[in-house]
């Protein structure tokens, strides 16, 4: 079976996700069921990709105009000359927006098919090629260069090195094998690199693999407002809690010129030496970054630790917590196989590390809490619940920024 489907979940991760939404209050403003028609919508949006490929521009390097060149000639080569418009976001002077072309209904299905892991999948759906640790079947005879339908298996329900598949799959366009069925399930270790290269893809966006790296960082449109939002100056001393893999900490140094100090922590430590990798690679020299556990980040016997974690009360003048979440916002994501547990796990983590950010905050300073999530009780019910826990905090009106879908 192929289909396009809206976000695959667990029954009662859906029942829950529903209560949020078909609320009192959204139910006295429309209806009942203009808010089930819009919440199944939002449950379709959330396993397509947005209309728009988002990138920022590291204006600590060059300019908008200039990176903008750049990218018009690069998209002109992976394209075959297809013109693609590029964008500047009307508010936001350092994002670039292209379009995202589909879903492209006249793709002729091959034959020969693989089938890739939902993640996978949604990196495909989002202009990446197929790595070969993806591909988890492959029709029986498949060889390099041949022509193969892709799909995605959104349930999980595909066995590793299977020669076909007759569950749920998305079909999601035609590629061009780079290897053959008996070298990717050989039995010997793990392939890496490219397994199928996409020539007809579903969504047709561009790969943003090794393109302009030291000038480009792709991110998400949502992600980009956050740091604009915080709106980090030059000389400030600023935290980013929880801030691999240095996305919105790496816009924060260019928004303040690299001017002053950007604090990251993060407890794994391999995100950490991605975090530094970014600086680097991004000429950034105010970063900071630390392998800490951000909910043991307050000084306790007020002795200074030199600029090292964990910190004396009132430190920083502004403060991001992109906390850990359930990442329900996340697109494309065309399945979620986690229970209900899973899903709401995480509000007690958030709060110690709200609780630190406020106690690391200058009085008057500014802290910012963002989640990639659309679950209630890890947005509305946190904001909520920080205001009665800290009267200290106040609630400041949210800068209106435009989104496309």
């Known amino acids: 079976m192929s289909v396009f489907p809206k976000i695959s979940l667990r029954p009662e991760v859906e029942n829950y996700l529903k209560e949020g939404f078909v609320n009192k209050e959204i139910v006295s403003a429309f209806s009942k069921e203009e808010a089930e028609r819009k919440f ?24 908008v105009q200039h990176v903008k060149n750049l990218l018009l000639d690069e998209l002109q080569k992976q394209l075959n000359g297809l013109s693609v418009p590029i964008l500047q976001h009307p508010d936001l002077q350092d994002i670039l927006l292209i379009p ?17 892991g939902a993640q996978c999948g949604n990196a495909v759906l989002r202009g990446a090629h197929v790595y070969a640790p993806g591909i988890v079947s492959a029709s029986k005879f498949m060889k390099a260069g041949d022509v193969i339908s892709v799909y995605s298996d959104i349930k999980g329900k595909c066995k590793k090195g299977a020669k076909e598949f007759d569950g749920t799959k998305v079909f999601l366009g035609n590629g061009i094998s780079e290897l053959s069925r008996k070298e990717i399930f050989s039995g010997l270790p793990e392939l890496k690199g ?25 991110q998400n449109l949502p992600s980009a407002v956050v740091t604009h939002v915080l709106n ?29 100090e950007v604090i990251a922590l993060d407890k794994i430590f391999n995100k950490v030496e991605k975090i530094k990798q970014n600086a680097l690679l991004l000429g950034l020299n105010s970063i900071r970054a630390f392998c800490f556990d951000g909910t043991k980040a307050v000084k ?16 920083f003048d502004r403060i991001l917590l992109d906390a850990p979440c359930s990442g329900m916002g996340q697109r494309p994501n065309m399945a979620c196989t986690w229970s209900l547990k899973e899903v709401a796990s995480y509000q007690p983590l958030q709060r110690k590390l709200f609780t630190a950010a406020v106690q690391l905050l200058k009085p008057g300073g500014v802290l910012v809490y963002s989640t990639c999530t659309i679950t209630l009780a890890e947005n509305e019910e946190q904001v909520a619940w920080a205001l009665t826990k ?15 879908s």
């Not at 007809?200 to 960082?217: A, C, G, T």
């Open 390 to 404: 800290f009267p200290c905090l106040q609630l400041q009106p949210q800068v209106f920024f435009r989104t496309f």
């Open 40 to 63: 199944e919508t939002l449950l379709k949006h959330l396993s397509h990709p947005p209309s728009f490929t988002t990138v920022r521009v590291n204006t600590h390097l060059a300019s």
């Open 300 to 315: 306790l016997d007020m002795v200074d630790t030199e600029g090292e974690p964990p910190f004396l009360p009132e430190t």
């Open 232 to 260: 980090p100056q030059p000389g400030e001393k600023i935290l980013d809690l929880c801030a691999a893999p240095g996305g919105k900490t790496t816009h924060i140094a260019a928004l303040m010129h690299d001017q002053g």
């Open 194 to 218: 490219m397994g199928i290269r996409m020539t007809e893809p579903v969504y047709l966006s561009p790969s943003f693999d090794n393109v302009l790296p030291r000038y480009l960082f792709l």
């Open 100 to 116: 995202v072309i589909g879903p492209r209904k006249n793709i002729k299905k091959q034959q020969c098919e693989a089938i890739v």
